[in-house]
């Protein structure tokens, strides 16, 4: 192959950044010790406002986290041990790991094998008796199946928790993810569409599930500015049940210049990623990711390909990134692993002296969530936090490194034969 790498181009600067006005707003705050409140703070309420505009929901509350949204909503849904809780293997650790804080079980589901949506039938094969509540994540942006999730959510009369961390603003039928569950959760921390830093989002309608989760990490001055006087929750929102969750101010601050954006930027990012996806699509040998008819991706958290070895030689993955990266294409395997790969979900006795989940929690091998092993080993991520602008001439050199590593393949087959 020819020494000087296919791509010279620099990365656009990555994901997130921020305007003088909200660094000036920011500053202002810290130079007059504005940095705390222990009810709402203006900031978090301005948020707290567009996130019910946005989605069209009668609740939100800003929480510090997008772990934190999740760990909320499974308290507020009253979890605990002897519950079983659906959730995907493919996902955060995030989707399933707070449950462990309420002693419930986490049991795994397997996803479609090509775009690592939730594979409905697997999901619907794993209820129990002991079945209380169902996790879906919008995974890489792309909407599950929710009218499937929740015909079987409804015939067991049980919630369902959407994690919508990755899917700001995506769609399916024209509705938000978030807005499709009983309770809908966003991380607005890190590279995320809307970012504060740190921090997260719980959605929802249903007001007891609200005034619940103020319990969890919203306790005294919050909670009791807003429970209604004949609230089941205010005697124990008094002390709250040891979660400090609260969104920091200057997070909603910083997430509040992204949430005005949202859209426009969500317009400009697809384009981008479309764009990448029209260029990988000339290779046989990649799947660019899928997004079914009906749906839309909003923020695209993770541009994720799946490369199929067969079409190229048989050339293994490591090797196939190890060359791309020759090219100076910014790739790599992913770092997540699907759930069933950790050590949580493969050893019972996790070390946490408070968990008894009441029952056989399961632990899980490969054989038993085929299809995620099988996608996790052909992932390739592709440098998406980078890509929230237009990007045509580097984008062409990352399919022309492409080009070069096929040409390569083909070329080392044909001296073998
Ligand atoms: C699917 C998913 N769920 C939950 C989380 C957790 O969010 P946070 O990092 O804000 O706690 C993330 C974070 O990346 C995520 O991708």
């Given at each position: 192959m020819k020494s000087q790498p296919a791509v010279t181009l620099p990365l656009p600067p990555a994901w997130p950044w921020y305007s003088e006005e909200t660094a000036d707003r920011v500053r202002r705050r810290v130079l007059a010790g504005d940095v705390f409140a222990f009810g709402r703070d203006p900031a978090v309420h301005r948020l707290e406002q567009w996130a019910r505009e946005y989605f069209g929901v009668s609740h939100a509350l800003a929480v510090s986290s997008g772990t934190a949204a999740l760990w909320t909503a499974f308290h507020s849904l009253g979890l605990g041990p002897g519950d079983e809780v659906l959730v995907p293997t493919y996902t955060f650790h995030a989707t399933a790991t707070p449950l462990f804080l309420l002693g419930a079980s986490p049991v795994l589901y397997d996803c479609d094998p090509l775009t690592a949506r939730a594979d409905v039938r697997d999901l619907e094969s794993r209820i129990t008796a002991?079945?209380?509540?169902?996790?879906?994540?919008?995974m890489f942006g792309l909407p599950a199946d929710m009218e499937a999730v929740s015909r079987i959510a409804r015939a067991r009369g049980i919630p369902v928790v959407e994690d919508a961390a990755q899917a700001h603003g995506a769609t399916v039928g024209g509705r938000k993810t978030g807005t499709l569950g009983t309770v809908g959760c966003l991380s607005l921390g890190g590279q995320k569409m809307i970012s504060g830093g740190m921090g997260g989002l719980l959605i929802t309608d249903d007001s007891d599930v609200y005034q619940r989760a103020l319990t969890m990490g919203h306790a005294h001055e919050r909670a009791l500015e807003e429970l209604p006087p004949d609230s089941r929750w205010?005697?124990?929102?008094?002390?709250?049940?040891?979660?400090?969750?609260?969104?920091?101010?200057?997070?909603?601050?910083?997430?509040?210049?992204?949430?005005?954006?949202?859209?426009?930027?969500?317009?400009v990012r697809t384009s981008v990623l479309?764009?990448?996806?029209?260029?990988?699509?000339?290779?046989?040998?990649?799947?660019?990711?899928?997004?079914?008819?009906?749906?839309?991706?909003?923020?695209?958290?993770?541009?994720?390909?799946?490369?199929?070895p067969e079409l190229l030689s048989g050339m293994p993955v490591p090797e196939f990134v190890d060359l791309l990266k020759r090219q100076a294409l910014r790739v790599a395997r992913p770092s997540t692993r699907p759930l069933h790969q950790t050590w949580p979900f493969q050893n019972r006795d996790l070390g946490l002296p408070g968990y008894d989940p009441h029952g056989s929690r399961p632990v899980y091998i490969d054989a038993d969530l085929p299809q995620a092993t099988e996608l996790y080993s052909h992932t390739i991520g592709f440098p998406d936090k980078h890509l929230h602008v237009p990007a045509d001439d580097l984008l062409d050199q990352y399919a022309e490194g492409i080009a070069r590593v096929a040409d390569y393949a083909l070329y080392r087959r044909e001296r073998k034969d």
């Amino acid at each position: 192959m020819k020494s000087q790498p296919a791509v010279t181009l620099p990365l656009p600067p990555a994901w997130p950044w921020y305007s003088e006005e909200t660094a000036d707003r920011v500053r202002r705050r810290v130079l007059a010790g504005d940095v705390f409140a222990f009810g709402r703070d203006p900031a978090v309420h301005r948020l707290e406002q567009w996130a019910r505009e946005y989605f069209g929901v009668s609740h939100a509350l800003a929480v510090s986290s997008g772990t934190a949204a999740l760990w909320t909503a499974f308290h507020s849904l009253g979890l605990g041990p002897g519950d079983e809780v659906l959730v995907p293997t493919y996902t955060f650790h995030a989707t399933a790991t707070p449950l462990f804080l309420l002693g419930a079980s986490p049991v795994l589901y397997d996803c479609d094998p090509l775009t690592a949506r939730a594979d409905v039938r697997d999901l619907e094969s794993r209820i129990t008796a002991s079945t209380k509540a169902i996790g879906v994540t919008h995974m890489f942006g792309l909407p599950a199946d929710m009218e499937a999730v929740s015909r079987i959510a409804r015939a067991r009369g049980i919630p369902v928790v959407e994690d919508a961390a990755q899917a700001h603003g995506a769609t399916v039928g024209g509705r938000k993810t978030g807005t499709l569950g009983t309770v809908g959760c966003l991380s607005l921390g890190g590279q995320k569409m809307i970012s504060g830093g740190m921090g997260g989002l719980l959605i929802t309608d249903d007001s007891d599930v609200y005034q619940r989760a103020l319990t969890m990490g919203h306790a005294h001055e919050r909670a009791l500015e807003e429970l209604p006087p004949d609230s089941r929750w205010r005697a124990p929102a008094e002390t709250g049940f040891g979660g400090n969750l609260r969104m920091h101010p200057l997070s909603a601050e910083l997430a509040l210049e992204h949430c005005a954006s949202l859209d426009e930027r969500i317009r400009v990012r697809t384009s981008v990623l479309e764009g990448l996806s029209d260029r990988l699509s000339r290779f046989p040998f990649l799947v660019p990711p899928q997004t079914p008819a009906g749906c839309t991706r909003g923020g695209w958290y993770g541009y994720k390909v799946v490369y199929r070895p067969e079409l190229l030689s048989g050339m293994p993955v490591p090797e196939f990134v190890d060359l791309l990266k020759r090219q100076a294409l910014r790739v790599a395997r992913p770092s997540t692993r699907p759930l069933h790969q950790t050590w949580p979900f493969q050893n019972r006795d996790l070390g946490l002296p408070g968990y008894d989940p009441h029952g056989s929690r399961p632990v899980y091998i490969d054989a038993d969530l085929p299809q995620a092993t099988e996608l996790y080993s052909h992932t390739i991520g592709f440098p998406d936090k980078h890509l929230h602008v237009p990007a045509d001439d580097l984008l062409d050199q990352y399919a022309e490194g492409i080009a070069r590593v096929a040409d390569y393949a083909l070329y080392r087959r044909e001296r073998k034969d």
